[in-house]
């Protein structure tokens, strides 16, 4: 966490339900790395990236209760951890199954 970073210069439909004043860069770390992950765009990433690091990354989103597989593709493989061990594969649904009446 060497340089500031602030809310401002990430993409700005990101926290579109958020007051972007009220959020702070190390007490929401979460939410954001959450955000940009799911909707994010590249700058977004390296933004995250290099403010949080690797190793904080993967530890939140290793317990995101939802994601959806392209995100967790991409978070797998850019935290070279396998993708079962991460909370949202374990709690996938079940596949859709047709209805009977």
Request: with cysteine; charged share 30%.
């Amino acid at each position: 966490m060497e340089k500031k970073v602030t809310i401002d210069q990430f993409s700005s439909y990101l926290f579109w339900d958020a007051d972007p004043d009220d959020l702070d860069i190390d007490k929401h770390k979460a939410y954001i790395v959450d955000r940009v992950i799911e909707r994010g765009r590249w700058n977004d990433w390296l933004l995250i990236r290099d403010y949080y690091g690797m190793e904080i990354i993967k530890e939140i989103m290793l317990n995101i209760r939802g994601m959806y597989p392209e995100n967790l593709s991409f978070i797998a493989l850019m935290t070279h951890t396998p993708e079962n061990q991460f909370r949202c594969y374990k709690l996938l649904q079940s596949p859709n199954r047709p209805w009977y009446f």
